[in-house]
């Protein structure tokens, strides 16, 4: 898609009302008396607004892709001889054979694929397999049996248009949801995208960038599997931020992939280690699960505790975004969950009570 192509394609993926806004806000530019241009002489004014420009959609351009849009930006810009030697010399341009991109990608890209990696075998399977329908294809449950029973944070299916992508995406789901999962999140990066999500059937869909923006859709993704249709239309900022967003939000779930507490008839902690509150701000719980210790930090926790000793405690769930709400001072609720292991040689001794266990920080 060439820079003159993208005004009209991104034109056409706004709905009425946003279109009808965008309108009334040229309208609007347009009765405002001129101002001062600020390319004229300007160079690397003009040079940032291009860069800005090309690298929203894309991580690796042509130079002439980046000067084009300078002309599409700042068409009464002149001093294009300054222009190419602020490309030349920007400091964080990475230039190869007439191609370019920026160090601050790279480091985006860098933090994304650290966090895929060390992701690896880090989760438990979405589901059940035999809970596919029989109408997929050979492909299709292949794909969607790949899927089900990865243990890595991050996924990728791959098809061209027609091969049924979005009936195996609809086929794990439902395969998660009768392993006791919950709906995805469903997130595109356009809102054509997600329209088009929604009438799939993954009802809720809404675009990535309203999900960065809004604490309160990421707090509710906690414990959830996130789907992103479209994902090559990512910007690395977009994809660096979610995948920090899906790394950092701290939950424990019984089918979402972090640790497993299950159906409460076989609950897999050993015992406790610790547990105090009322004694001030924030009360914690510690327990014990196979070879790592689990500090459970929070609000009026006494109600979770006794849960554990009753054994009727299924999920917790940290919400670190209600920490010091008020309105909620009667509630129980998680603000942080932290995984670490146990020193050389096991914890030793009663584990009860108040025993203590140094969790490192």
């Known amino acids: 898609m060439t820079p003159s192509d993208r005004p009209a394609r991104q034109r056409a993926e706004l709905n009425p009302d946003e279109t009808r806004k ?3 806000l040229v309208r609007s530019a347009r009765t405002q008396l001129p101002r001062e241009q600020w390319s004229h002489g300007n160079a690397q004014t003009v040079l940032e607004a291009a860069l800005r420009h090309v690298y929203e959609r894309s991580s690796v351009v042509r130079e002439g ?5 300078a ?3 700042h068409p009464d810009f002149y001093r294009w001889r300054e222009l190419r030697h602020a490309l030349e010399t920007h400091p964080e341009s990475i230039r190869k054979d ?4 920026l160090r601050m990608i790279r480091r985006e890209e860098t933090a994304t694929v650290q966090r895929v990696l060390t992701g690896r075998n880090q989760r438990f399977p979405m589901g059940d397999a035999n809970h596919l329908p029989s109408t997929l294809t050979a492909g299709q449950r ?6 089900l029973g990865s243990r890595d944070f991050m996924s990728v299916l791959i098809g061209d248009a027609g091969t049924g992508k979005t009936t195996v995406l609809t086929a794990i789901e439902g395969a998660h949801l009768a392993a006791g999962g919950r709906r995805f999140v469903s997130l595109a990066p356009t809102t054509r995208a997600r329209d088009a999500m929604v009438e799939s059937g993954f009802d809720g869909a809404d675009t990535v960038q309203r999900f960065l923006v809004s604490a309160a859709m990421q707090a509710e993704a906690a414990g959830r599997v996130v789907l992103v249709d479209e994902a090559g239309l990512l910007s690395t900022q977009q994809l660096d931020q979610l995948t920090k967003v899906a790394h950092e939000v701290a939950h424990v779930d019984p089918i979402a992939n972090k640790v497993i507490f299950t159906d409460g008839r076989e609950l897999p902690w050993q015992h406790y280690v610790e547990a105090r509150w009322e004694y001030g701000e924030p009360d914690l719980v510690k327990i014990e699960i196979g070879g790592w210790v689990v500090g459970i930090r929070g609000h009026n926790l006494g109600p979770l505790f006794l849960a554990m000793e009753d054994h009727t405690l299924t999920r917790v769930r940290a919400q670190p975004a209600l920490d010091g709400d008020r309105e909620r ?5 998680v603000i942080e969950l932290r995984f670490t292991k146990p020193p050389a ?9 108040q025993s203590e266990f140094d969790l490192g920080g």
Do not use: Q, Y
Request: charged share 25%; hydrophobic share 40%.
């Open 71 to 73: 002309l599409e930006l």
């Open 98 to 101: 007439g191609e370019m991109t």
């Open 142 to 147: 292949n794909a969607a049996h790949a899927i």
């Open 65 to 69: 892709s980046v000067l084009g849009a």
């Open 345 to 353: 040689g096991g914890l030793g001794g009663k584990r009860g009570g």
């Open 22 to 24: 965008l309108d009334d």
């Open 329 to 333: 001072e009667v509630d129980t609720f």
